[in-house]
Each structure stands twice: as C-alpha cells, then as structure tokens.
Nanobody
C-alpha cells in the first residue's frame, strides 16, 4: 500500500505561481512512476505531468508544457508540481498518483491516488 497526501493548493490570481507537494508513504519501493492529474467540475480527470522515479524522465501535457515542472526528492519521498504563469483554465482539483509501471500517463496505470488539493485561479 502507498499513501499519498497532496498539499499546496490555494486561490490565486492569474499569472502567479504555486507549488504543489505530494508526500508518499508506505511501500514506495513498488512505485516506478508518479503522475499529477487534475479535474475540473464536470470534466474528466486530465493528465498533467509524470516523472519516472528512477530515471527522472519527465513529460507534460501540451496545456501545461513550459509553465509547469514536475520534480521529486526521493530521499523525502516527495513529488512536486511547480506551476508558473497560472491561467484561469488551470482551476481544478489536483491529484498525485503512484504507478508500478515504468511510465504512467493514463489514469488506469496508477494504483494509488491522493485525495487532491484545490487550485483556483480567478481575477
């Protein structure tokens, strides 16, 4: 079992930055890939970014590429999502998720999910 707890969300104005954190605990040795997803009311859960926990390889959705950065601190079992130049359309509940797969960008590839942290961007 892996437990995931997100933090760092909030209400901000367009253009500012936020950093989300995801704390992992439990049997994290089984995790090969971590992903961030988001879901706005009425929408499907959308992949945002992923990182392979061993190679450090990262990838991003087109909607956040160049603005968001996923990173990790393996010693602390933490994964982060640095979000810069936030836009109104970034408003959503953000979830981190853990996967046994080498690469993970689909919801069904993730075994464990956190409860989410809300990000609201409004003027």
């Amino acid at each position: 079992q892996v437990q995931l707890v997100e933090s760092g969300g909030g209400s901000v104005q367009p253009g500012v930055s936020l950093r989300l954190s995801c704390a992992a605990s439990g049997y994290t040795a089984s995790t090969n890939c971590m992903g961030w997803f988001r879901q706005a009311p009425g929408d499907e859960r959308e992949w945002v970014a992923s990182i392979n926990t061993y190679s450090g390889h990262t990838a991003y959705s087109d909607s956040v590429k160049g603005r968001f950065t996923i990173s990790q601190d393996n010693a602390k079992s933490m994964v982060y999502l640095q979000m810069n130049s936030l836009k109104l359309e970034d408003t959503a509940m953000y979830f981190c998720a853990a996967s046994r797969y080498t690469w993970c960008s689909k919801t069904y590839e993730h075994n464990y999910w956190g409860q989410g942290t809300q990000v609201t961007v409004s003027s």
